[in-house]
């Protein structure tokens, strides 16, 4: 069946523009998690999604980011007046279930604030 | 302190030896599992394995085992007959299921690059 797939696969923007980033679980997932990576570093949590419960925001580094998951399924990441420092590569990942031991992950958003 | 520790930024292997990849973690957690992920140049992040902090037995996964040391805090992945596919950034990962819930700490990652 189809993976995790995240739009868009590139994004370039000015800084202090707003950006939404994508993201398509595997359908059936109840779990999704948003991280980011700089280059050259591991993965940083940002925020994870279970069912109808509330989000894990705790890893969210400013009340400039933010995400929703409408109706339990797509998942869009917002930076809103974006800096330099946010470049980095966006993944998200999904679950069957929250304490499942794989998470599947998508290709990621390469963002490059200019 | 960092939660998880991989100290090898670049390791090199010949063609069908084994080749070990450290990693240390720190938590006062007593329920929590380790991973190890592969992400090559392509950048997708692929799933190895996985080990319970209550698995007595160390995980294996073909090629792929997992030297659990408890006590030690070290969580190794051993990587038998080396393919020069193996050629990838791995990242060692740690989930705290009492105090962090389901999100996945990483590690910062090494390099393996396979000779042939």
């Known amino acids: 069946g189809a993976g995790v797939s995240q739009s868009p696969s590139n994004k370039v923007t000015e800084k202090g523009k707003d950006v939404e980033l994508r993201c398509d679980p595997i359908?059936?997932?109840?779990?999704l998690y948003w991280y980011r990576q700089s280059l050259g570093q591991g993965l940083e949590f940002l925020i994870y999604?279970?069912?109808?419960?509330?989000?894990?925001k705790s890893g969210l580094p400013s009340d400039r980011f933010s995400a929703e998951r409408t109706g339990g399924s797509v998942s869009t990441l917002t930076i809103q007046r974006t800096q330099q420092e946010d470049s980095a590569v966006y993944l998200c990942?999904?679950?069957?279930?929250?304490?499942?031991?794989?998470?599947?992950f998508g290709p990621g958003t390469r963002l490059t604030v200019t | 302190a960092q939660k998880i520790t991989q100290t090898q930024p670049g390791m090199f292997v010949q063609e069908k030896e084994a080749v070990t990849l450290d990693c240390t973690y720190d938590?006062?957690?007593?329920?929590?599992?380790l991973f190890w992920y592969k992400q090559p140049s392509s950048g997708e992040m692929i799933f190895l394995i996985y080990?319970?902090?209550?698995?007595?037995q160390n995980a294996t996964e073909g090629r792929y085992s997992l030297n659990f040391q408890k006590a030690r805090k070290s969580a190794n992945l051993v990587i038998s007959a080396s393919q020069l596919g193996d050629s990838a950034m791995y990242f060692c990962?740690?989930?705290?299921?009492?105090?962090?819930?389901?999100?996945?700490?990483f590690g910062e990652g090494t390099q393996l690059t396979v000779n042939p």
């Open positions: 990942a999904s679950s069957s279930r929250g304490g499942a031991i794989e998470q599947y």
């Open positions: 359908s059936g997932h109840t779990a």
């Open positions: 999604f279970q069912g109808n419960s509330a989000p894990d």
């Open positions: 938590t006062s957690d007593q329920s929590y599992g």
């Open positions: 080990q319970g902090s209550y698995d007595e």
């Open positions: 990962a740690m989930r705290e299921e009492e105090t962090s819930g389901s999100r996945l700490t």
